[in-house]
């Protein structure tokens, strides 16, 4: 490790310290991942603790330089959409010195330039270490291969956590009982009667899932039919509610027993970012090739497992969840609100359980105010 040199990132103050001679020379505002720190692959979370500069990639290549593969293929213009999130400029390559973050290198987690500067000082990245790209070239230019660096894991706590539900919450269908309609009267008939059993408490979710996926058996072209019924049917409010999540401090994670490339859509259509939901797979063909098993929203409990790892992950001083179903009303004890929703079926006991209970999300003013602080006029 080379002496001298050591990079201090601190995902609190989203800020690099570049320290030599151990004084600070240079300080450069960051963004770290959105999910918060974690150590496990494809859990796009910021690992924390002593690494080393493993490699300098991209000297000598222009600003704004778009690298896939740690391979530069062309250039950035900012006048370009800034959705996808793009590894620009420089990158220094990362290696994990503790045996929690000794993945980091199969991981790709790297310090490097963005598109998206206008998010740089928030967490926001996919687990990477995003700095303006002026800036990169900087430390590019100071910072040797074999720097020390430390990445401190946050302290403080900040943000709040919305989780919503989407089947039958967001949107006004079951995706799954929709997927079943293409399989003809006998199976849409059992697999409704599975979800409602799941949803409804009565049978484990983890049994009824394995079961209607082998009744099912979805193509890819009728999964995509889906899922533009999706946006077609969001609740109405649900919009104007995201919305106004967002613009109070609230960061909105889409929880959901449902497959994430259905949801994927309609998460897009209400600018919601973050999906936590089940995997779906397919062949070249476009056929049926399995789910997720593993996905912890496919079982009872699943996602008390998800907002348990989000909280721990990132500290958040306030967490709430919304939702139709009993996997939902789960939730209950590791949040600080949960709102039963009825607006589109009435499952009597979620509402029966829940604390507070809606029949609509349009009355955004109102919901705002209980999930601040909690009204008792909705218990």
Not at 164 to 174: F, K, M
């Amino acid at each position: 490790m080379t002496q001298g040199f050591l990079l201090e990132v601190s995902v609190d103050d989203q800020r690099l310290d570049l320290v030599a001679a151990k004084r600070v020379v240079a300080s450069y505002p960051v963004s770290t991942a959105v999910k918060g720190v974690g150590f496990v692959k494809g859990s796009y979370r910021t690992p924390v603790g002593r690494f080393r500069v493993l490699e300098k990639i991209g000297g000598g290549e222009p600003s704004g330089t778009v690298f896939r593969g740690r391979v530069p293929v062309g250039i950035w213009h900012p006048h370009e959409t800034p959705a996808a999130d793009l590894v620009l400029t420089r990158i220094l390559r990362l290696d994990g010195l503790d045996p929690e973050n000794a993945n980091t290198m199969e991981r790709c987690i790297y310090m490097h330039g963005t598109n998206r500067e206008e998010l740089i000082g928030s967490p926001a990245s996919h687990g990477c270490i995003r700095l303006r790209n002026e800036d990169m070239l900087e430390l590019f230019e100071r910072v040797p291969e074999g720097a020390e660096v430390v990445i401190h894991p946050p302290l403080r706590r900040r943000g709040k956590l919305m989780f919503l539900d989407c089947d039958s919450t967001l949107s006004a269908i079951e995706g799954i009982d929709e997927l079943a309609h293409a399989c003809g009267a006998r199976v849409y008939a059992e697999v409704v009667a599975l979800t409602n059993a799941a949803m409804n408490g009565e049978v484990p979710l983890d049994e009824v899932f394995s079961r209607r996926m082998e009744l099912i058996r979805p193509a890819q072209a009728v999964c995509e039919r889906v899922a533009a019924r999706y946006v077609e049917t969001i609740t109405p409010g649900a919009a104007e509610f995201i919305a106004a999540l967002k613009a109070n401090g609230w960061l909105p994670v889409i929880l959901s027993g449902g497959f994430a490339p259905l949801i994927a859509p309609l998460a897009s259509e209400l600018g919601i970012a973050q999906v936590e939901a089940v995997p779906l797979h397919f062949d070249a063909g476009g056929n049926y090739a399995g789910y997720g098993e593993t996905y912890p929203t496919t079982r009872n409990g699943g996602k008390n497992a998800v907002i348990r790892e989000w909280t721990q992950a990132t500290l958040p001083l306030r967490v709430a969840m919304l939702g139709d179903g009993v996997s939902d009303l789960e939730t209950q004890p590791e949040v600080d609100v949960f709102i039963g929703f009825g607006g589109v079926v009435v499952r009597p006991r979620v509402r029966d359980g829940a604390k507070y209970w809606i029949d609509e999300l349009t009355d955004v003013r109102l919901l705002i105010k209980l999930l601040d602080g909690g009204m008792d006029e909705f218990a």
